[in-house]
């Protein structure tokens, strides 16, 4: 007892400083754990699909909740799916969650643009839009969603053109990817068809009753002038 009362003595100074770190960590682990139970305690499954390279992707989607009831997170239970920008459609609902970032954009307010945050949801009711982003909810009119990249998300039926050319209608709640300039894909919600083709050298091009937008060269027409669209971290966010 004696000796290791001595040795106290003698290591004191080295001792306390690391005593008071190993307190420290486990304060922190036990806070982390706290803080990570409070914000991802919420975890529900949901029957989802996406579309990549025309192929349609069935699966059990793990969407992570905080205490807000603020989506956090998205996983797949039953796949192996690398998540971009391409939106994850709702089997039994007309709801669409989008895992990146986003631009929104009103041709009709002159071309304004906004943010609208990760994991935001879209959703279609009696033919009204409802986004929810972060934690606020509301009603929107005549816009379209933009990656900053190459997707685009119509919430409106749209007509799509390729060099001028009608290709095809799309019904609401499609969208369309220019990979490039190269490379086209497109999923039609309606008709739930997708396909993929090449466009290298070509306009890609889509217009409605409200906006015309080319794909290609990343712009709106707004009463006539041309309108760049921006990448969504350019911009101040929808609730701002």
Same mark, same amino acid.
């Given at each position: 007892?004696?000796?290791?009362?001595?040795?106290?003595? =003698?290591? +004191?100074?080295?001792?306390? $400083?690391?005593?008071? !770190? /190993?307190?420290?960590?486990?304060?922190?682990?036990?806070?982390?754990?706290? +803080?990570?139970?409070?914000?991802?305690?919420?975890?529900?499954? !949901?029957?989802?699909?996406?579309?990549?390279?025309?192929?349609?992707?069935? +699966?059990?989607?793990?969407? #992570?909740?905080?205490?807000?009831?603020?989506?956090?997170?998205?996983?797949?239970?039953?796949?192996?799916?690398?998540?971009?920008?391409? $939106?994850?459609?709702?089997? =039994?609902?007309?709801?669409?969650?989008?895992?990146?970032?986003?631009?929104? &954009?009103? $041709?009709?307010?002159?071309?304004?643009?906004?943010?609208?945050?990760?994991?935001?949801?879209?959703?279609?009711?009696?033919?009204?839009?409802?986004?929810?982003?972060?934690?606020?909810?509301?009603?929107? #009119?005549?816009?379209?969603?933009?990656?900053?990249?190459? /997707?685009?998300?119509?919430?409106?039926?749209?007509?799509?053109?390729?060099?001028?050319?009608?290709?095809?209608? /799309?019904?609401?709640?499609?969208? !369309?990817? &220019?990979?490039?300039?190269?490379?086209?894909?497109?999923?039609?919600?309606?008709?739930?068809?997708?396909?993929? /083709?090449?466009?290298?050298?070509?306009?890609?091009?889509?217009?409605?009753?409200?906006?015309?937008?080319?794909?290609?060269?990343?712009?709106?027409?707004?009463?006539?002038?041309?309108? #760049?669209?921006?990448?969504?971290?350019?911009?101040?966010?929808?609730?701002?």
């Amino acid at each position: 007892m004696e000796k290791l009362k001595q040795f106290f003595k =003698e290591k +004191y100074k080295i001792l306390i $400083p690391i005593i008071v !770190v /190993l307190v420290l960590l486990i304060t922190m682990y036990f806070l982390y754990r706290e +803080y990570r139970y409070d914000n991802y305690r919420n975890k529900k499954e !949901v029957a989802v699909y996406q579309w990549f390279g025309g192929l349609r992707y069935d +699966y059990t989607g793990i969407i #992570t909740y905080n205490l807000d009831e603020v989506i956090v997170g998205i996983a797949s239970k039953d796949k192996k799916i690398e998540y971009d920008s391409t $939106p994850v459609y709702y089997k =039994e609902k007309d709801r669409v969650i989008f895992p990146e970032e986003m631009t929104l &954009v009103y $041709p009709l307010k002159d071309g304004s643009q906004y943010r609208v945050y990760k994991y935001s949801v879209y959703e279609s009711d009696v033919g009204l839009h409802f986004l929810t982003n972060e934690k606020v909810r509301d009603e929107y #009119t005549n816009f379209f969603l933009f990656d900053g990249s190459n /997707l685009y998300f119509f919430p409106d039926s749209v007509t799509l053109y390729v060099d001028g050319k009608e290709y095809r209608k /799309l019904g609401a709640m499609s969208y !369309v990817k &220019v990979v490039g300039g190269y490379t086209m894909e497109y999923y039609d919600k309606e008709k739930d068809e997708s396909d993929v /083709l090449e466009v290298e050298g070509k306009q890609v091009t889509v217009k409605n009753d409200y906006m015309e937008v080319n794909l290609t060269r990343h712009h709106v027409v707004s009463f006539g002038k041309k309108i #760049t669209l921006f990448k969504p971290y350019n911009l101040n966010g929808l609730t701002d």
